[in-house]
């Protein structure tokens, strides 16, 4: 199964978090809201121009800059 | 004294618990090795009167946000007696790890599970006493808002400080090493104790965001809010203002002249004109911030104010801020005072200093005043809308500038990542709680100043004793002269030299300065002025008023809220400078263009 970036993710999909590739503190700070390896993440939707992504993690609804998410590994599910 | 600290995540609660567990009797406080204001409260639980404070909401305790450290740096310079973590039952799956963490630091700890409300409504249910055995705590559920369950908790923590050992805590982070275990007992204690059907019924908030954050209605629909809000706060308001200020009036020539008509002049200026005056204009932003406050908590109760962030968030973001930030710049266009209050809602101090040295280019109601008069007086009835979005126009534009050239200065560390809450109706009670707890917060730390600077600037417009109010002879009036070599190029004369430094007291007071100055009122005084100056002056005038130094309340409030005597500083000596800078060129560009 091939891996993708979060912030490469199309609103309605899903996928489960394969890796964080973050400094500590941006680490420490998803971890708190749920970001952990093997969580499950839906995209609800995409800022237009570039905005935030509106990610659901559990029963948490974020908001995340584009280029977090991109620190972000997911394998896609089906 | 027995203490006893309120932990938790953010949207979880936490404040409104602390709201009902101390009622109206919180203050702002000090403790030892923070540097931000807590809110703390002394409560008596059963025969014993104990410490409550309220500790900044927190995702992690190992992490390295402005909050996580001022809680960490709390818990090491502090001996608590017990803990108070508070989660949101709903959100249990991520919360418990706040928890663990407590009970590594060996901390004694009380969990409440709070908004069981919401948890019922989602089909959540959770094994209270198995997870009470698991973790080896008390676990209570409750309804902060509500009240549900709040009596038993509180009998709770009664009997449960009653017996507890102060703990205070050296190196927080070393203690914590161990994230990794921390996740799987997590992960055990939540799927052995909670349960939550396979699909949430949360259709409600879902409806709304779709509504809210829609692509192509979501920023209309945001303008249309904030339109309303503002017109809400400032119209509902402003009477209020004109009544309390109506009610000082009447005070003053009932009461205060009769029984101050035979001390010495001096005196009965410093008294009257000075302190009295100080006093009113403290008062006159009492009913703005009470109203400011009120719909804020709806629209931050309510969770729009996170829709705000995500839609403002890909200009903003450019700037160095955050869509909050530009909610709290719209409102300072009714003024300022409240708008950088409100910005204790953003939680990254570095983002937080930014939005509030950007607030005050807002072009305020109190600005609009003199706006209007000048324009009145010396533009036509056509030009007058043109002149006026103008000065809206570069009241934007120096807000963008500032935020551009100084996102590098102010930088935020922090990762901005936001939660998005479902949507919810803040009681009454938690919005007049609010409004309540920001005006004893504004009398408490802005008052002292304001007064001063008012009796300040009476004395330079009053002394040396004998020479008439305002006048060339006047201290005001010497620094007038003093400051010609730098006003001179921009257009502004002595006498409107004068009318700025009143103007510093309150930007509403420079109509009734010039009034003074000029010897005249209304439409005389109007005559008077379109006679004296050209309509390039006055534009470079009103330019110069819209951009330079906010007024004496903002500068009390950027001090008391940002706690540095240095950001206060710049706060007002950025503006001072643009606005020369500004003014300069708009003149002699005027002039040269054969103006």
């Not at chain 1, 199309?10 to 708190?32: C, M, N, Q, V, Y």
């Not at chain 1, 993440?41 to 991109?70: C, E, N, W, Y």
């Not at chain 2, 009997?159 to 914590?176: A, D, G, Y």
Request: proline residues 4%; neutral net charge; contains cysteine.
């Amino acid at each position: 199964m091939s891996c993708l970036k979060l912030s490469a993710m199309k609103p309605g999909a899903s996928g489960i978090i394969s890796a964080l590739h973050t400094e500590e503190d941006l680490f420490h700070r998803l971890a708190g809201m749920g970001f952990r390896v093997g969580k499950l993440v839906t995209v609800v939707r995409r800022g237009k121009f570039s905005g935030p992504m509106h990610i659901r993690i559990g029963t948490t609804d974020i908001m995340l800059r584009r280029l977090d998410a991109q620190k972000i590994d997911i394998h896609p599910s089906i | 004294m027995k203490r006893i600290a309120l932990l938790g995540m953010p949207n979880t609660g936490k404040s409104t618990f602390f709201n009902r567990l101390t009622g109206a009797s919180a203050r702002v406080g000090n403790w030892p090795g923070v540097t931000v204001d807590l809110l703390g409260a002394k409560v008596l639980l059963g025969d014993e009167t104990v410490e409550i404070v309220d500790l900044p909401g927190i995702y992690d305790l190992h992490g390295f946000s402005d909050d996580e450290q001022v809680v960490r740096h709390f818990l090491e310079n502090n001996p608590v007696d017990q803990v108070l973590i508070v989660l949101n039952v709903s959100q249990l799956d991520r919360q418990l790890s706040l928890v663990l963490q407590i009970l590594q630091l060996k901390m004694p700890a009380v969990l409440l599970l709070n908004m069981v409300d919401e948890a019922r409504r989602h089909g959540i249910s959770v094994d209270r006493e198995k997870m009470s055995e698991m973790l080896g705590i008390p676990v209570l559920g409750m309804s902060a808002k509500y009240g549900d369950g709040y009596k038993e908790a509180h009998e709770l923590i009664t009997r449960e400080v009653r017996n507890s050992e102060p703990v205070r805590l050296e190196k927080i982070r070393e203690l914590l090493v161990r994230d990794d275990e921390i996740e799987n007992t997590m992960e055990h204690v939540f799927t052995s104790t909670v349960q939550v059907p396979a699909q949430l019924s949360n259709t409600l908030t879902e409806k709304l965001d779709n509504l809210f954050l829609h692509p192509w209605l979501g920023l209309p629909l945001f303008f249309g809010v904030m339109f309303l809000l503002f017109q809400a706060i400032f119209f509902l308001g402003a009477p209020l203002q004109d009544l309390v200020a109506w009610i000082l009036d009447q005070f003053r020539v009932l009461v205060l002249d009769p029984l101050f008509s035979n001390v010495p002049a001096v005196l009965n200026g410093v008294l009257l004109d000075g302190i009295y005056n100080g006093v009113g204009t403290v008062a006159s932003f009492i009913p703005i911030i009470i109203m400011f406050f009120l719909f804020m908590a709806l629209v931050e109760d309510s969770g729009y104010l996170s829709r705000a962030a995500f839609l403002m968030d890909t200009l903003m973001s450019k700037l160095g801020l955050d869509g909050r930030s530009f909610v709290m710049v719209l409102m300072g266009f009714g003024c300022n005072v409240p708008a950088l209050m409100g910005t204790r809602v953003m939680r990254s101090r570095a983002l937080r200093l930014l939005t509030m040295l950007v607030i005050p280019f807002s072009l305020c109601s109190a600005r609009l005043q003199v706006f209007l008069f000048m324009i009145a007086a010396l533009f036509t009835a056509d030009q007058a809308p043109l002149v006026l979005f103008s000065l809206y126009l570069f009241s934007f534009t120096t807000v963008f500038l500032t935020a551009l050239l100084f996102k590098g200065k102010y930088h935020s560390e922090e990762a901005f990542i936001l939660e998005l809450p479902p949507y919810r109706f803040p009681t009454l009670r938690q919005m007049i709680l609010r409004g309540w707890h920001e005006t004893r917060h504004f009398l408490h730390r802005a008052s002292k100043f304001i007064i001063a600077g008012v009796v300040l600037v009476w004395l330079l417009t009053n002394f040396p004793p004998g020479v008439e109010t305002a006048s060339a002879q006047t201290w005001a009036g010497r620094i007038g002269e003093f400051l010609s070599p730098v006003l001179d190029p921009i257009g502004i004369d002595q006498q409107l030299t004068i009318a700025l430094i009143f103007g510093f007291v309150a930007k509403e007071i420079v109509v009734g300065a010039l009034a003074v100055i000029y010897g005249s009122e209304g439409t005389e005084l109007m005559g008077l002025m379109a006679n004296q100056l050209d309509w390039v002056q006055a534009y470079s005038f009103m330019l110069f008023t819209l951009i330079y130094t906010p007024c004496l309340s903002t500068v009390a409030t950027i001090r008391s809220e940002s706690r540095s005597t240095a950001f206060t500083i710049v706060s007002v000596a950025w503006p001072l400078a643009l606005a020369w800078v500004v003014s300069f060129i708009f003149y002699h560009g005027a002039r040269a263009m054969g103006y």
